[in-house]
């Protein structure tokens, strides 16, 4: 018998060990309504000091958002509970994949105290996947939102979760719905077309249904969904997407450009135009979302907090239309 050892001290893990030996995908050119300034400001360092020092994870770091630097710059981040590794694979994601660690039990004062350190009016608070859990980490989300409250009572609280996928032994949603979050985000990602290449650990009319349920459990708590565009799909599907969104009655939809990580993610079929986009958020709002948000540089969280203002004032308008 032969015993290996691994005698390399501090051997670097591969960030994304399953997409390792996938051939390289050629990386588009981006064209000049996508490019952003590098994060340099005052404001971008002062965010990331604060981040650092309360031992936090944000989505905007592990996902290479492109709009970084003009959020910190502004002390908005996105703060990613449950740790920087997720149990899934999905083809256009920069986040790391593989086995977590344990919960930390105290992060949800970490991220309150962070939360109220940098005065926020609204948080957005998302997680990787835990499948590994056995309520998919819904009983942390609500720990997370609950310490918000209590920490930072004024602020109002968004959050991304997970699809909780075969979680409804544990009753996942109903925990994380009971906790009140004032905005429940569940983003589609693409079209249905391309859940099996894109986003295989998932189920599409599972993540429309998950988002309908938020609606028949606490009618008050605003709903969110958001697709990139770009991955190869086709127009129609889109449209057929906003339908379905707002069957579930969904409140507010966002449309970002997909841009790809490295050669080894999913390549950009597409750069769609800003032309386009805005027909994207025309059509929305002919079927019914309260809000639409769509845009070249769209991310789920960019501008969430004036969204959510914009959101409530629809919602008001709305109802004094009914009322007459």
């Known amino acids: 018998m032969v015993t290996v050892l691994d005698l390399v001290a501090n051997k670097p893990r591969p960030r994304h060990p399953e997409k390792a030996h996938r051939p390289d995908q050629e990386v588009l050119r981006k064209p000049d309504w996508i490019r952003v300034k ?25 996902a290479g958002c492109p709009n970084i630097g003009e959020c ?40 309150a105290q962070a939360v109220k350190t940098m005065g926020l009016s609204h948080v957005v608070i998302t997680s990787v996947d835990r499948d590994d859990l056995e309520d998919g980490g819904a009983q942390h989300f609500a720990d997370v939102i609950l310490a918000i409250r209590a920490a930072a009572p004024t602020t109002t609280i968004e959050i991304l979760t997970p699809d909780f996928l075969r979680k409804d ?27 099996l290449t894109v986003r295989p650990g998932a189920r599409y009319f599972h993540s429309i249904r998950l988002l309908q349920r938020v609606k028949e459990l606490d009618p008050s708590i605003f709903t969110k969904s958001g697709i990139m565009v770009g991955l190869g799909e086709e127009r ?15 409140d507010f939809m966002t449309i970002g450009q997909y841009l790809q990580p490295s050669k ?10 800003p032309e386009e986009f805005q027909s994207y958020a025309i059509v929305g709002k002919s079927k019914g979302f309260l809000l639409m948000a769509s845009s070249p540089l769209t991310r789920s969280s960019h501008h969430a907090g004036d969204d959510f203002a914009r959101l409530r004032e629809a919602r008001e308008e709305q109802l004094k239309k009914t009322a007459r």
Request: charged share 25%; net charge negative.
């Open 72 to 111: 910190w710059e502004k002390k908005h981040a996105t703060f990613m509970i449950m740790g920087e590794i997720c149990t899934r694979a999905c083809a256009f994601c920069n986040v790391a994949t593989g086995i977590p660690t344990a919960l930390d039990a105290d992060e949800p004062n970490r991220v």
């Open 38 to 62: 590098a994060p340099v400001s005052k404001g971008y360092a002062e965010t990331r000091e604060i981040v650092k020092s309360h031992k936090l994870v944000t989505v905007c770091e592990e």
């Open 169 to 195: 032994g544990a009753r996942a949603l109903e925990i994380v719905v009971a906790a009140k979050p004032d905005v429940f985000n569940h983003n589609l990602e693409t079209v249905p077309s391309n859940y």
């Open 236 to 250: 129609h599907e889109v449209l057929q997407l906003m339908d379905d969104l707002r069957s579930a009655d969904v």
């Open 264 to 273: 080894k993610h999913h390549p950009v079929k597409k750069f769609v135009t």
